[in-house]
């Protein structure tokens, strides 16, 4: 009895103390699962990245009892801690704080590990923290990664020595490790699909915003378009229509759409295009042949009916699945075109009769200058048939002299479009040196010009008569020049007899009035002058001969000339021969008359001469002088003198005009009278 009693009391102390290890694994277990739950709190608690990882490195720093927990990223080889927690410092640990070898880090992704930290014999780790009450013994390296971050790092360091404990927080790390970082993969996963989510909306908004504003452009531009669009459904139905297809048919949209339909029309059927309309159904884009179409009864009101020629296309539109849910039809309408063609073809065969019967040469030549095709007045004034000259460049019948001429022409042609007017000489098939005139206009094709259309016409005979009318007309003019000369001459001889005939008479009368008589011929002989020296032998300069007439009279006539001065005015005026002779006797007779009798006894002065033209070509000329004038009672005698009677004569008779003289502060005398045409 006493033995079992001590069995049974060995048992029961054994028992106790299996249960006292069972409570104390339970209490640690009961730790563990304690701070897994708070961890696991945490990490579903929140959404924010930053707070869950720095909340798990608090709490498993007091619930593991581990000083310093940090977190960081492996950046090749370089640990960057991000967040760091520590229990006996409030301090910010510095960046670069702790140092762990590249290949740790490397091992560390592979096996987390506790490593026992005796600085300085394991310089492959050192903490630079700046607390002297820490120095750790066991270093903790966790590796992990997410898809954004492969090489997260987890520090973990205490000062225990205690292996089981070691083994226990290790199982209990990797275990939070594996949830935190699960934890932030779900959360980046999440973010991702968020983002993906977002933009996919945008995206789909961004898509149904231009499928509308595409719709709204497209029946803008379908409703402005000027070619004729229909739309048809899967069934053939006309389904819209433009404002195109409303103007072409004349009617409203409301008659058809709806209503029409490809496959049961009629005049769909005769045209031929339901073979068309079947094939874009098949998916081909179609473009149908030209074609005139009747619109009547169901596609015209009141199938009033019109022939149109068209030009078409069908287009196939297809759904998401590729499958034809449509078809679009253009049509436009080239009636007008058709109508052009056809006059087009009647005037060409015009043309190529007037082109044939021409009596001048007709040419068509190409952009290089090659002959395309030549009329039979052209084969005969080139003395080439049609056969040999398309074989032909005309540059090899122009004179060789003249190809810098023609070529000149040929640039004008490609600037301006044509040219007229081109004299040049050709030489033909027998070798004569023909003269021709040439028009040409150029053929443009796409806004270049790749032809040109010649027309030839033989100036030979013109060109010899004007050469020999050239030449009779510089013999004329050597023979007027001769004349003029000698009529110059003459004159100058009559002046000298007027003079040794007033010598030898010696009579103060008859020397005035000789004199009087010579200036008049010198005034006569000047205009003669004046011509021989101008290039035109029917006028001459005005105002040149008004100058030298009057300097002359100056010298010959006046008591003084230094007391007198003699002013100009006027323009470089042409004056015919006719009108000359009389201009210059009409002012000898008043200039030698105020240089006689205006000044008497070395009276000072000045006489001055105007001349203006004025629009209707009308001549004016006024002599002014500042002398003594004409008084009252001596102007009736001095308009009945010779030389103010023959002034008279000269201006009506000889001018046409009209003599005005006036006397009140010297003398002044206007002429007027019409300018002829030289």
């Known amino acids: 009895m006493p033995a079992k009693s001590n069995r049974e009391q060995r048992d029961l102390l054994s028992d106790i103390k299996v249960l006292e290890q069972e409570n104390q694994l339970l209490m640690e277990r009961s730790e563990e699962i304690t701070l897994l739950q708070s961890v696991g709190d945490i990490l579903y608690a929140s959404s924010d990245e930053d707070k869950i990882i720095m909340e798990t490195l608090e709490r498993v720093s007091i619930f593991l009892n581990i000083p310093f927990c940090a977190y960081g990223v492996n950046e090749g080889g370089v640990l960057r801690l ?10 910010p640990i510095k960046e670069g704080s702790v140092h762990i070898a590249p290949e740790i880090l490397e091992d560390a992704s592979k096996t987390a590990q506790f490593l026992t930290y005796n600085y300085p014999t394991k310089p492959e780790i050192h903490f630079d923290l700046g607390v002297g009450e820490f120095s750790p013994v066991n270093i903790g390296v966790f590796g992990t990664s997410t898809l954004d971050t492969p090489a997260i790092i987890f520090v973990f360091a205490d000062d225990s020595d205690d292996e089981v ?39 789909i908004d961004q898509r149904t915003a231009d499928f509308h504003e595409s719709e709204a452009r497209f029946r803008m531009i379908m409703h402005q378009s000027p070619q004729v669009i229909e739309l048809y459904n899967h069934d053939g139905l006309q389904i819209e229509v433009n404002n195109a297809y409303e103007k072409l048919w004349g009617f409203d949209a409301a008659t058809t759409v709806n209503s029409f339909n490809l496959f049961t029309s009629k005049e769909v059927k005769e045209t031929g295009l339901l073979n068309y309309v079947n094939r874009a159904y098949a998916g081909e884009v179609v473009t149908v042949p030209e074609y005139q179409f009747d619109p009547t009864g169901e596609t015209e009101a009141q199938g009033a009916g019109r022939v149109r020629w068209l030009s078409t296309k069908i287009y196939p539109l297809r759904g998401f699945a590729g ?13 007008d075109r058709k109508i052009s063609e056809d006059r087009l073809r009647e005037n060409e065969g015009r043309y190529r009769g007037l082109f044939e019967t021409s ?14 095709d030549v009329n039979p007045a052209a084969e005969k ?3 080439y048939t049609k056969a040999e000259l398309i074989k032909m460049d005309v540059r090899e019948i122009v004179h060789p002299e003249d190809l810098s001429k023609s070529s000149k022409y040929i640039e004008k042609l490609n600037t301006d479009g044509f040219y007229e007017g081109y004299e040049g000489r050709i030489i033909s098939k027998s070798g004569e040196t023909r003269n021709i005139e040439v028009s040409s206009i150029a053929i443009h094709k796409n806004g270049e010009v790749v032809g040109s259309h010649d027309i030839l016409r033989d100036v030979t005979e013109r060109v010899y008569a004007e050469a020999k009318i050239a030449a009779n007309l510089t ?13 110059k001459n ?12 007033a010598r030898e008479l010696d009579n103060p009368v008859l020397d005035e009035a000789f004199r009087l008589t010579q200036d008049r011929i010198y005034a006569m002989s000047l205009v003669y002058d004046q011509l021989q020296k101008s290039s035109d032998f029917a006028a001459i300069d005005l105002k040149h001969y008004i100058v030298t007439l009057t300097q002359k009279l100056h010298v010959s006539q006046a008591p003084n000339p230094s007391r007198l001065k003699l002013s100009v005015e006027c323009e470089a005026i042409l004056i015919s021969l006719t009108q000359a002779v009389p201009v210059g006797i009409i002012l000898n007779e008043i200039i030698s008359n105020a240089l006689q009798h205006g000044f008497p006894e070395g009276r000072q002065g000045q006489i001055a001469i105007s001349v203006e033209l004025d629009t209707s070509q009308q001549l004016r000329i006024i002599v002014d002088d500042d002398g003594v004038g004409i008084s009252p009672s001596q102007m009736e005698g001095a308009k009945k003198s010779l030389g103010l009677r023959l002034v008279d004569i000269l201006v009506v008779d000889q001018l046409s005009g009209q003599h005005t003289l006036e006397s009140k502060e ?7 009278f019409e300018l002829q045409k030289t």
């Not at 991000?82 to 301090?91: A, L």
């Not at 275990?175 to 983002?195: F, P, W």
């Open 475 to 487: 013999e004329k003019e050597i023979l007027l020049q001769e004349i003029q000369h000698r009529t």
């Open 82 to 91: 991000t967040k760091v927690y520590t229990v006996f410092s409030d301090e």
């Open 490 to 501: 003459n004159m100058m001889v009559i002046i000298a007899l007027l003079n040794m005939q």
């Open 381 to 383: 004034l080139l003395g």
């Open 359 to 372: 009596i001048d040469g007709i040419c068509t030549l190409d952009s290089t200058g090659g002959y395309v």
């Open 666 to 672: 010297g003398t002044r005398h206007t002429l007027e």
């Open 165 to 203: 404990l070691l083994r226990n927080r290790l199982d209990i790390i990797r275990a939070i490790k594996y949830k935190v970082s699960t934890r932030l993969e779900n959360l980046r996963l999440r973010n991702k699909l968020q983002a993906l989510n977002a933009n996919l909306e945008a995206r």
């Open 323 to 335: 499958n034809v849910k449509n078809i679009v039809i253009t049509h436009e309408d080239i009636t």
